[in-house]
């Protein structure tokens, strides 16, 4: 913006040389004088503005062409010659008739046709600033200091004019500066100091900073306004002819305009203060929310890392716990110690599972669902949770609707909150789970939830309490008001988190003293049959001798997959590697009705082991076996025969698995399984 209005001012300068010089060439008096009877612009003053506005329209040029610097340094020097000149023959009280080489002034008859003296030394000066500015910026605090000098020596000739002084614009009548002599050189100040805006003296005035702000708002004012009132005390009627009443009057109204500008400006910066304060608010939560979001980086990638080789040792842990525990023979001191190993197990793998949720790499996978029946599935495991002293009970709706959700995440928002709800109640209380349908309007329903009918879960209890300072962070990661050792502070994010997933939302009623209710909000299914919830039913799965192909690096997973299965039946065959499993697929020639593997193994991973068993044999089904999730997973989840069995899962949980994937194999993959087992 600066440097184009620095250009339009040199064509300006240009453009006004050029008029007054075809005014002298056509004796057009208007041209050459700014007002009827006025002062003229001499020749040689407009031959120097057709040069000065020359140079700074080169000087304001994008291009760095070494042609167009020479020229700006040549028309600067032309422009310092005109000055120097004319006042060597003041100084030397010589003619050298360069007044009237062009032109012959036969109205001027003291120094004819010779500009004043002080539009000589102002050439000068002008000149130069414009040829430091070409030759090196080092200089542009030098140049726009002598251009300041320009600006200041033009506003003294024109305020001469405005308030009648002809000694501010001239010592002698015939040698005066005319008027448009002093807009040009007023121009040509501007026009010098905006060529480099970012630069020496005017860094000071562009830079965005207050100091900034308030010069480009205070200078104009600081000039025009003052001009202003003068004239107008000069000239207009509306002041007496008492010259000290004037000058107090003056005095007066530049007082009151300059307070106002002030408080006016107190007010505006006060205000960016507060602006400033509140972004700088903003920016700190940002901050917050970033490193927030940082550490739920961290997180991932250190759940991600740990979780396949963590959920393998949980797997094989509860696995053979559980295989140990369906023997009949097993005496009973045994089974009790199995089941505390088996519980201490599924406390770890609930604490991976929070991990993983956190970080968003837990496999979700949601099915339309009647949330009774899940939380029903919790009653015997929450009423060993909480302690005798707590009375416990269930109000479910028998009419409540389905949600989509998936289940495991379901018994984790109720495990999650009966715990913090035991733990808030040390001496005892009351503990309430209920059900039921709710309407909601969508501006009662929450940011992101469209629906209108919701089913709600809520979990209440007669504890502690929690002020307003402590709802306000507890649904942030690590945040627990319990001992040292006694909670993670996950419980509740991962609720948040799960809750959201889902596409619901959470409130919160609590106060000290007065126990809590956290009520849970869900999106329902409109007319949705509850699919079946994976793992709840009880029926023993049969198998009738199919063939399934094992991958896994881990030896004692693999051991524990191939001894579940086989005691069920399965013919079963394993590799701890994809290129081994390869190898048993080319050389196996009856059917393979399911490939289990890994998703994560050194060498081929999982998916890509899928794809070349698609590729060689179409019927074989594919379940992975993951302990978190990843993009190829979920991509290979939209193919058909493809699922997935979240780690840690028990002997109960695959057989489940596996024949719910096989009970829809084609006929004729079950012909030749029965072909080969009758051969």
């Known amino acids: 913006m600066y440097r184009i209005a620095a250009r339009t001012g040199g064509v300006v300068l240009l453009t006004l040389g050029a008029l007054v010089l075809l005014g002298w060439l056509w004796k057009i008096e208007s041209l050459t004088t700014f007002l009827p009877g006025s002062i003229t612009m001499k020749p040689n003053t407009a031959i120097g503005f057709v040069f000065l506005g020359l140079a700074l329209f080169l000087l304001t040029r994008h291009s760095k062409a070494r042609s167009a610097q020479l020229w700006c340094v040549a028309s600067a020097t032309v422009v310092i010659l005109v000055g120097l000149v004319t006042l060597s023959e003041y100084l030397f009280h010589s003619d050298l008739g360069i007044d009237q080489f062009l032109f012959k002034d036969v109205v001027q008859s003291t120094y004819p046709g010779r500009m004043t003296h002080i539009t000589a030394f102002t050439f000068c000066i002008a000149g130069l600033s414009v040829l430091l500015l070409a030759l090196s910026e080092r200089r542009a605090s030098i140049a726009q200091g002598l251009a300041a000098t320009i600006g200041l020596s033009s506003i003294f000739a024109i305020i001469g004019y405005l308030y009648g002084v002809p000694a501010l614009y001239g010592s002698i009548e015939y040698t005066s500066m005319a008027l448009h002599t002093g807009l040009g050189f007023l121009i040509g100040s501007l026009s010098v100091l905006f060529s480099r805006p970012d630069l020496g003296l005017m860094s000071v005035l562009t830079n965005p900073y207050p100091g900034g702000w308030l010069a480009r708002k205070l200078l104009p004012v600081a000039a025009l306004v003052p001009a202003g009132l003068g004239a107008v005390c000069i000239h207009s009627g509306l002041f007496s002819s008492d010259v000290h009443l004037n000058i107090a009057l003056l005095v007066v109204s530049q007082m009151v305009l300059f307070m106002a500008l002030v408080w006016i400006l107190a007010f505006v910066l006060n205000r960016a203060e507060g602006e400033k304060a509140t972004a700088q608010e903003a920016l700190a939560r940002s901050e917050k929310l970033l490193q927030q979001s940082q550490k739920m980086e961290a997180i991932g990638l250190l759940a991600g890392g ?18 140990l525990l369906e023997r009949a023979d097993l005496p009973e001191s045994d089974r009790r110690s199995l089941e505390q190993i088996k519980q201490a197990g599924g406390s770890a793998a609930s604490l991976t599972r929070q991990l993983l949720m956190l970080s968003r790499q837990q496999v979700v996978e ?21 302690k005798e ?68 879960l809520e979990v209440t209890d007669t504890g502690t309490g929690m002020d307003q300072q402590t709802q306000a962070h507890i649904f942030e990661p690590f945040f627990t008001t319990k001992a040292v050792g006694k909670g993670t502070g996950l419980g509740l994010a991962t609720v ?18 007065r126990g809590s209710s956290f009520q849970i909000y869900l999106p329902a299914e409109a007319q949705a049959a509850a699919a079946l919830e994976p793992g709840k039913d009880s029926a023993e799965p049969a198998f009738s001798g199919e063939t399934i192909l094992i991958v896994e690096d881990a030896a004692p997973l693999r051991d524990l997959v191939c001894q579940a299965l086989s005691v069920s039946g399965c013919t079963v065959l394993s590799a701890p590697e994809a290129q081994e499993a390869l190898r048993i697929l080319s050389q196996q020639k009856g059917v393979i009705d399911l490939l289990i593997t890994d998703v994560i193994m050194p060498g081929m991973n ?74």
């Open 366 to 386: 949601p099915v339309v669902l009647n949330i009774n029946q899940t939380v029903g599935n919790l009653d015997k495991m929450l009423r060993r949770l909480i």
């Open 606 to 679: 999982g998916p890509a082991l899928a794809k070349q068993v698609r590729a060689m044999r179409p019927e074989t089904k594919i379940l992975y076996m993951t302990g978190y999730s990843g993009e190829f997973v979920r991509s290979d989840m939209l193919i058909p025969g493809v699922s997935f069995i979240q780690k840690p899962f028990t002997p109960a949980d695959l057989r489940r698995k596996v024949r719910k994937m096989l009970a829809d194999k084609p006929a004729s993959a079950k012909k030749a399984a029965a072909a080969g087992s009758a051969s």
């Open 389 to 456: 002293n707590i009375q416990f009970s269930f109000v479910l709706d028998p009419q409540l609707d389905r949600v989509k959700a998936d289940p495991g995440q379901v018994e984790q928002i109720v495990l999650n909150l009966v715990v913090n709800a035991r733990d808030a109640m040390p001496s005892g209380g009351t503990l309430r789970i209920q059900t039921k349908n709710v309407e909601k309007s969508n501006s009662q329903a929450g940011p992101g939830s469209s629906p209108s009918r919701f089913v709600l």
């Open 306 to 323: 740990v979780a396949h080789d963590f959920n393998n040792l949980l797997a094989v842990i509860n696995g053979y716990s559980d295989l």
């Open 496 to 513: 948040y988190g799960i809750v959201k997933q889902s596409g619901g939302h959470i409130e919160v009623q609590s106060a000290p003293g």
